[in-house]
């Protein structure tokens, strides 16, 4: 399975993107004098096969997994839900899995990606060796909303350009959950590409990445990194959905 894969949830229709594994250098390297401390140190990992939402979760798609409740402070279909904690996420990827269960492929189950899965996605997988600032571009303006453009509003998803595995949004318009927990640098990160969390007892901030339509362009950068608590909602947090074996 390696094409695109097209899901339908009670008459809603939502696309995941193939991302082909492969090796990247994640994170931003010393000589960067864009880049903050906890984008370092910049270190290799290794990143299984898996998919990933061509877009955020959308509103439509929030209600017609979530019976119709739709929290989100610019309502619009078309728009990405918001005002959803990391908790409400993983409320909704149970949900969703409950209801695919029949219908996905035969031992996947969706969840939130890892922070290493959103980067690598966003730089475009094994595609990229351009080395964009953004995803699939060195313009924002190109890629995303964000505080200039944005109009002090989320947009529709998919009106900006994609990036070179055709995923939409990933920069700007809202920020994304990550499954891992939050740690200050990338000392002692794992290079496999599995969610980097602290066991047994998870800590108070999750990660989430991708700037938003509230920033400037330096916080939208693709190596850009932030955390929130997991009880947090706003209106410029959303998440994305990634889809791969159990």
Same mark, same amino acid.
């Given at each position: 399975?390696?094409?695109?894969?097209?899901?339908?949830?009670?008459?809603?229709?939502?696309?995941?993107?193939?991302?082909?594994?492969?090796?990247?250098?994640?994170?931003?390297?010393?000589?960067?004098?864009?880049? @903050?401390?906890?984008?370092?140190?910049?270190?290799?990992?290794?990143?299984?096969?898996?998919?990933?939402?061509?877009?955020?979760?959308?509103?439509?798609?929030?209600?017609?997994?979530?019976?119709?409740?739709?929290?989100?402070?610019?309502?619009?279909?078309?728009?990405?839900?918001?005002?959803?904690?990391?908790?409400?996420?993983?409320?909704?990827?149970?949900?969703?899995?409950?209801?695919?269960?029949?219908? &996905?492929?035969?031992?996947?189950?969706?969840?939130?990606?890892?922070?290493?899965?959103?980067?690598?996605?966003?730089?475009?997988?094994?595609?990229?060796?351009?080395?964009?600032?953004?995803?699939?571009?060195? &313009?924002?303006?190109?890629?995303?909303? @964000?505080?200039?453009?944005?109009?002090?509003?989320?947009?529709?998803?998919?009106?900006?350009?994609?990036?070179?595995?055709?995923?939409?949004?990933?920069?700007?318009?809202?920020?994304?959950?990550?499954?891992?927990?939050?740690?200050?640098?990338?000392?002692?990160?794992?290079?496999?590409?599995?969610?980097?969390?602290?066991?047994?007892?998870?800590?108070? &901030?999750?990660?989430? &990445?991708?700037?938003?339509?509230?920033?400037?362009?330096?916080?939208?950068?693709?190596?850009?990194?932030?955390?929130?608590?997991?009880?947090?909602?706003?209106?410029?947090?959303?998440?994305?959905?990634?889809?791969?074996?159990?």
């Amino acid at each position: 399975m390696t094409d695109p894969y097209k899901e339908i949830v009670n008459g809603c229709e939502f696309r995941m993107i193939y991302v082909e594994g492969g090796a990247f250098e994640m994170g931003s390297p010393g000589s960067d004098r864009e880049a @903050f401390s906890d984008e370092k140190p910049q270190h290799r990992v290794n990143v299984s096969d898996f998919y990933i939402g061509k877009y955020p979760v959308t509103q439509a798609l929030w209600k017609a997994v979530m019976g119709g409740k739709n929290p989100s402070n610019f309502k619009d279909d078309d728009r990405p839900v918001e005002q959803v904690s990391w908790n409400d996420a993983q409320g909704f990827i149970k949900r969703l899995n409950e209801l695919t269960d029949a219908t &996905r492929p035969q031992g996947h189950l969706y969840r939130l990606p890892t922070e290493a899965e959103w980067e690598y996605a966003a730089r475009g997988g094994k595609y990229h060796a351009e080395g964009y600032k953004y995803a699939g571009s060195d &313009r924002l303006k190109d890629v995303g909303w @964000f505080g200039e453009n944005s109009g002090n509003e989320t947009h529709p998803v998919g009106q900006k350009r994609p990036n070179q595995l055709d995923i939409f949004d990933m920069n700007g318009n809202v920020l994304e959950w990550c499954e891992d927990d939050w740690h200050n640098n990338y000392n002692d990160a794992p290079n496999d590409g599995s969610a980097w969390i602290d066991h047994p007892d998870r800590g108070l &901030r999750r990660v989430h &990445r991708g700037g938003s339509w509230t920033y400037a362009v330096l916080f939208c950068r693709v190596a850009i990194r932030n955390y929130n608590a997991p009880i947090n909602e706003n209106n410029n947090i959303g998440f994305r959905l990634a889809l791969s074996p159990q």
